[in-house]
Nanobody, 115 residues
Framework: QVQLVESGGGLVQPGGSLRLSCAAS????????MGWYRQAPGQSRELVAS???????YYADSVKGRFTISKDSAKRTVYLQMNSLKSDETAVYYC?????????WGQGTQVTVSS
């Protein structure tokens, strides 16, 4: 079992920045992929960015150049730095962990981009 706890969401104006954190605990495998997904009202959940245990990253085209995913292995924490946020990026952001032990989700954190 893996437990994921997200933090860092909130209200930000268009063009602003936020940093999300996802702390993992439990049975962490040596190889894993952790990612951030988001789901806006009435829309399907979409992958925003991911990072694996080797540090390789993936970004959705819509966030390239504005978002940065990183990890602190000692703290078992993954971060998503979001810059130049747009109003249509208002959504619940979810942390995801995949490994040989299964797939796990965090509870989600609300990000609202509005003036």
């Amino acid at each position: 079992q893996v437990q994921l706890v997200e933090s860092g969401g909130g209200l930000v104006q268009p063009g602003g920045s936020l940093r999300l954190s996802c702390a993992a605990s439990g049975s962490i495998w040596s190889f894993f992929v952790m990612g951030w997904y988001r789901q806006a009202p009435g829309q399907s959940r979409e992958l925003v960015a991911s990072i694996n245990s080797f540090g390789s990253t993936y970004y959705a085209d819509s966030v390239k150049g504005r978002f940065t995913i990183s990890k602190d292995s000692a703290k078992r924490t993954v971060y998503l730095q979001m810059n130049s946020l747009k109003s249509d990026e208002t959504a619940v952001y979810y942390c995801n962990h995949k490994s040989g032990g299964g797939e796990y989700w965090g509870q989600g954190t609300q990000v609202t981009v509005s003036s």
